[in-house]
């Protein structure tokens, strides 16, 4: 994880937020990174490794075969917690789709986070430790209502976490998690199963 910097006369760890949202506009990221906006900073997150990719898929497909209604689901769209003045870019993220056809196409503004029905983060070794603590907290206190936390460096074992019910005060109510193997069940409105015996790291007979 790599902080950006900028030369304009403020402090690390001081930059207003419109700045930072207009600096994020603005930058050129290279293909397959994320440019994200923490703790004041811009923080950009290096191409995933190919477990991320095979994992994402394979949520992807269970869930475009279940989804109601007009939701569609992105790997690269920014959300903003405006609770906590963050910008994250979730490895995967279901939202309505008409919340993007009735964006303005000449910007590239982030959407509010409340208003999407499930985020999802997938750890890396690096990385890991935000998906669980910071991320966890902000989407929370957005108001999302399905936070699944894919995590192959949990120190319990691989797991996938589902935290549900989210609470202002940044936590969530509710935790279903299960082993890399076994099936997580998504509720209402996705009503599905996400077999998890595929993904990289679950354990073989």
């Known amino acids: 994880m790599t902080a950006a910097s900028a030369e304009h006369g403020h402090a690390p760890g001081a930059w207003p937020w419109g700045y930072l949202l207009q600096t994020w506009r603005e930058l050129d990221v290279p293909e397959g990174w994320r440019a994200e906006i923490d703790e004041r900073r811009i923080v950009l997150e290096p191409p995933p490794p190919a477990h991320h990719h095979a994992i994402a898929a394979q949520v992807q497909r269970r869930l475009y075969a279940t989804l109601p209604g007009h939701p569609g689901i992105y790997r690269t769209l920014g959300v903003h917690v405006t609770q906590c003045?963050?910008?994250y870019v979730p490895h995967l993220v279901v939202m309505p789709t008409e919340l993007l056809a009735a964006a303005d196409p000449e910007t590239t503004d982030p959407l509010d986070a409340a208003e999407a029905l499930l985020v999802v983060e997938i750890t890396s070794?690096?990385?890991a430790r935000e998906d669980r603590t910071k991320k966890y907290r902000a989407y929370a206190r957005a108001g999302v209502p399905m936070y699944l936390l894919i995590d192959r460096f949990d120190t319990r074992g691989a797991m996938s976490t589902l935290f549900t019910e989210p609470n202002e005060d940044g936590t969530f109510k509710h935790t279903d998690a299960v082993p890399f193997g076994k099936p997580l069940a998504?509720?209402?409105?996705?009503?599905?199963s996400i077999p998890t015996d595929e993904f990289p790291g679950a354990a073989t007979s």
Request: no cysteine.
């Open 125 to 127: 070794r690096g990385n």
């Open 186 to 192: 998504l509720p209402a409105p996705f009503d599905v």
């Open 85 to 87: 003045g963050k910008l």
